[in-house]
């Protein structure tokens, strides 16, 4: 474990197995931070919730009021990134992510794993994201959305609706202009299930999950149809 001398870290922080945490960095309780896990400089981990009304705990002072962040083993979260308390559970971040320099991610949000916000990335509260999604840099998601597994958003996109698995979205607002062919074929979903899909989120279409016989695919619909909300009109 390696923490440089000018970070904080008050009570209620618990680090796990080879944690490096930089210089000027925050971490405020409650907190789990799994092994292997990279803060950088300037971050500041467990921040109170922005919610109008809401208690600021201050951790430093022995106040754990919050629900605490957890994040996973592997994951790099870095320079002058921020990560809210839970208001109503905790924050997570999956195993295996990367948020870069200046992402910020609000309060109740839960990030699953592999996932990438990119330079600049700004999450709003509650907000769910699925595995293997790649955030563009400072691309803004609203608070409440819904991304699908393997998404790939393009930078500054404003996501106001949900983002169905394996989907390609870009622009202001966001509006699904295909599939994600190229994290599909990464993950070893044939080419022929790859361009289908494409084909069909290009006009608008959705395929009919019940059908999809892919099990990764099938997978990716079942998460999906569980925690997809309506669109924020």
């Not at 796990?16 to 789990?32: I, R, S, T």
């Not at 950088?40 to 467990?46: A, T």
């Not at 959305?145 to 930078?155: D, F, K, N, S, Y």
Request: with cysteine; glycine share 14%.
């Amino acid at each position: 474990m390696t923490i440089h001398s000018s970070a904080i870290i008050s009570d209620g922080v618990e680090l796990g197995a080879d944690v490096v945490v930089g210089p000027h960095a925050v971490l405020l309780g409650p907190c789990q931070i799994g092994d292997g896990v990279r803060i950088g400089p300037g971050c500041v981990i467990g921040s109170a919730p922005e919610i109008t009304g809401a208690t600021q705990n201050i951790a430093l002072n022995g106040d754990l009021a919050h629900h605490g962040v957890v994040i996973g083993p592997g994951s790099v979260i870095r320079e002058l990134s921020t990560v809210q308390q839970g208001s109503l559970a905790p924050t997570q971040i999956g195993a295996g992510c990367w948020l870069l320099s200046r992402a910020y991610v609000a309060h109740d949000c839960v990030i699953d794993d592999e996932v990438t916000l990119s330079a600049g990335v700004a999450v709003g509260g509650y907000a769910r994201i699925g595995y293997g999604v790649t955030l563009g840099m400072n691309t803004t998601v609203h608070q409440r959305r819904i991304i699908g597994p393997v998404a790939m958003v393009g930078m500054s996109a404003a996501v106001t609706r949900d983002v169905p698995p394996f989907a390609k979205a870009f622009g202001v607002p966001a509006r699904v202009r295909g599939a994600n062919v190229i994290g599909m074929t990464r993950r070893g979903i044939a080419g022929t299930d790859a361009a289908e899909l494409d084909a069909k989120y290009r006009v608008g279409q959705e395929p009919d999950h019940r059908h999809v016989t892919v099990p990764e695919l099938a997978a990716a619909w079942r998460w999906w149809t569980s925690h997809h909300a309506a669109p924020v009109r």
